[in-house]
C-alpha cells in the first residue's frame, strides 16, 4: 500500500521512519508515484538502470522506473531504496499536479463519503470471505508441506541455509559497488593498476579487494588472481612466479604486531615485486595501525599514497546504506531493528581505533536488547571477548560445540570443510573443550552457527563472519596453551602473539582482545 506523504523523503531519518513502518527496515522505500506524489512503500527492493528513477506504479501495485527528466542522473545501476542516489532521483516534496484515483491510504474518506451505498456494504463481506477462504487454503498447503517433508529436505538444509545466505550477501556486494570507496578503488585500478586499502580491523578491506577481484575478472577473460598472506609467499611468488596471475592480492602480508625492520623489509620487497610485475593488477591490504605508523617512511606515502582508499572515513550516506544491508542480511525483526535505529546518531558519529563500523553493525544486528546494544558501543572488542568467554566457560554441548569448532576454525586460516578436516588437531581439541562432541553431529551444529558465527564460502567451506571474532578465538585458545597453538598455527601465532619486551605501548588501548604476549623474545 503506498501512503503519500506531503513532505520530501526522510533521507536524513531513514533508518527510524524504516523500522517504524515496515517488518522489514530494508523494505522501505520513498518514492514518487506516477502522479508526481511523495509517498512511502514497504516492497521488496528492485534494481534501476541508469538514468533512470525508481516510481511506484499505483495501477499496478508495484514498484517501477521511468526516465530521469533532469541532466544530473545517476550514472550507474542502483537498489530503488539507496538513499544515497544522486541529484534528480532524490525526491523532495512538489504539489500534485493533477487529481489521481483513490488509494486504499484514502479508503476511511471514501467509507465515510458513501456510507449509505448498498453496493459497498454487499461487496465488502464479499471480499473479507475470499480474503478468509484464501487464507485457509494456504494454511493447509504450508501445513501439508510441512507434515510430508521427507528426510532429505532435512539433509539439505546446510545447502539451503548456504544459498539464502548467498542471496542477502550479493544484495549487500551489489549496494558496496555503489559506494564511494568502491568507485574510488577501481578508478585507481583502472588508471594506475593498484591501489592501497587501509583501515583498522573489520573496516571491510578484505570485503572490498574481494569485490574488485570479482569485477576485475568479469571484465576480462580467464583472468587468474594469486592472494599473498604472509612474507614467505611474497618472497615465493617474486623468484617465482610473477607473470603467472594477473592481479595479485596482498592481504596479511602487513599485520598489527609488525616490528618496524619487518614492516620495511616487506616494503621493499613489495616494491621490487612491483617493477618485475608488468600488467598486472596489485591490491595491497594495510592495516590504518601500520599505515599511520609508517606513512611517512619507508616510501608508503610517495609510493602508495596516491592509490589510497581509507576505510575509516566512510560518509553518513555510506554508513546509513552498511546499516540498511546489514539488516536485511541479517534478517533483523522489527522490533529489534527499532532498538538499533534509536541508536542511529551515536552510530554514525562512533568512531575508533580498534573496529571499523562494517564489523561494528554487524555485530549489533545480533544483539536482543538496548542495553547490549550500549554496552557493545562502550567498549565493542571487550563484548565481543566476553562472548567468546561464556562459550568457552559453558560446559553444555550446545554452547561448547561452538567454542570447538571456532577454535579449530581459528588455526586453520578461518575456515572449515565439514567434509574435509583434520582429525588430529579437531580430536586434540574435542578432548580438551568437549569430549562428548559426536564427530557426525558437526554438520548440524555449522548449520546452526550460519548466519551468526559463519558465513559460507565459495568451495563448499565456511568461514569466520568477522575476522576479529577469529583474533578474539585465537587469542583465547593460545592463552590457555600458547605451544600447542605454535606447532599447529606458527605463521598465525606470529601475527597475534608477541614477546612482551616488543609489545607497542599503545597496544593494551587499542586491540587488547585481540592480541596476546608472551613471555621471551620468540
Request: charged share 25%; with cysteine; glycine share 4%.
Amino acid at each position: 500500500m503506498f501512503h503519500v506523504i506531503n513532505k520530501s523523503c526522510p533521507y536524513e531519518d531513514w533508518m527510524s521512519q524504516a523500522s517504524m513502518h515496515c517488518k522489514n527496515p530494508g523494505n522501505f522505500h520513498c518514492v514518487k508515484d506516477e502522479y508526481n506524489r511523495n509517498g512511502w512503500v514497504c516492497a521488496q527492493p528492485i534494481w534501476v538502470e541508469k538514468d533512470r528513477c525508481p516510481v511506484y506504479n499505483i495501477g499496478a501495485k508495484k514498484l517501477d522506473t521511468k526516465g530521469c527528466p533532469q541532466t544530473k542522473c545517476p550514472p550507474y545501476n542502483y537498489r530503488s531504496n539507496d538513499i544515497d542516489v544522486e541529484y534528480a532521483c532524490r525526491y523532495k516534496y512538489v504539489r500534485p499536479t493533477a487529481n489521481p484515483p483513490s488509494t486504499f491510504s484514502n479508503v476511511s474518506n471514501d467509507t465515510n463519503n458513501n456510507k449509505n451505498s448498498p453496493e459497498l456494504w454487499i461487496i465488502l463481506p464479499a471480499m473479507l470471505s475470499l480474503v478468509v477462504v484464501g487464507v485457509v487454503i494456504a494454511a493447509i498447503v504450508m501445513l501439508y508441506k510441512c507434515r510430508t517433508k521427507s528426510p532429505q529436505n532435512d539433509a539439505m538444509g546446510l545447502e539451503e541455509n548456504k544459498n539464502l545466505l548467498k542471496d542477502k550477501a550479493d544484495a549487500v556486494n551489489m549496494a558496496e559497488k555503489q559506494s564511494k570507496s568502491y568507485k574510488q578503488a577501481w578508478k585507481y585500478l583502472d588508471k594506475k593498476n593498484m591501489v592501497a586499502i587501509t583501515g583498522v580491523q573489520g573496516s571491510g578491506k578484505t570485503f572490498l579487494a574481494k569485490l574488485l577481484v570479482t569485477d576485475l575478472k568479469k571484465n576480462g577473460k580467464d583472468m587468474k588472481s594469486n592472494w599473498i598472506s604472509n612474507f614467505s609467499e611474497l618472497l615465493q611468488v617474486t623468484q617465482k612466479s610473477i607473470g603467472e596471475f594477473d592481479i595479485y592480492v596482498f592481504d596479511g602480508t602487513f599485520y598489527e604486531l609488525q616490528l618496524d625492520e619487518k614492516v620495511k623489509e616487506t616494503m621493499e620487497s613489495l616494491i621490487e615485486f612491483a617493477d618485475k610485475a608488468k600488467n598486472v593488477y596489485l591490491v595491497f591490504i594495510i592495516p590504518s595501525y601500520i599505515w599511520q605508523k609508517q606513512y611517512r617512511c619507508n616510501e608508503f606515502e610517495t609510493w602508495l599514497g596516491e592509490v589510497r582508499v581509507d576505510l575509516d572515513k566512510r560518509s553518513g550516506s555510506e554508513k546509513r546504506n552498511i546499516v540498511k544491508c546489514l539488516l536485511i542480511r541479517y534478517d533483523v525483526p522489527r522490533e529489534q531493528a527499532a532498538t538499533i535505529c534509536k541508536s542511529e546518531k551515536d552510530l554514525l558519529n562512533f568512531t575508533s581505533n580498534s573496529i571499523g563500523f562494517p564489523a561494528l553493525i554487524s555485530w549489533i544486528c545480533k544483539q536482543s536488547s538496548e542495553h547490549e546494544v550500549n554496552k557493545l558501543l562502550r567498549n565493542p572488542l571487550q563484548s565481543m571477548s566476553d562472548e567468546v568467554a561464556l562459550l568457552k566457560s559453558d560446559l553444555t554441548l550446545e554452547e561448547g560445540g561452538k567454542y570447538l569448532i571456532l577454535a579449530y576454525m581459528s588455526l586453520k586460516n578461518g575456515r572449515i570443510d565439514v567434509k574435509d578436516v583434520d582429525k588430529n588437531l579437531f580430536d586434540s581439541l574435542k578432548k580438551k573443550y568437549v569430549p562428548g562432541f559426536v564427530d557426525k553431529d558437526l554438520g548440524k551444529f555449522v548449520e546452526r552457527m550460519i548466519g551468526y558465527y559463519l558465513l559460507p564460502d565459495e568451495d563448499c567451506s565456511f568461514v569466520y563472519d568477522s575476522n576479529i571474532l577469529k583474533k578474539i578465538v585465537f587469542v583465547s585458545v593460545a592463552k590457555e596453551n600458547a605451544l600447542f597453538v605454535q606447532m599447529n598455527c606458527k605463521i598465525e601465532y606470529l601475527k597475534y602473539a608477541i614477546p612482551a619486551e616488543l609489545c607497542p605501548d599503545d597496544m593494551d588501548t587499542i586491540y587488547t582482545e585481540c592480541f596476546t604476549r608472551v613471555e621471551g623474545k620468540k
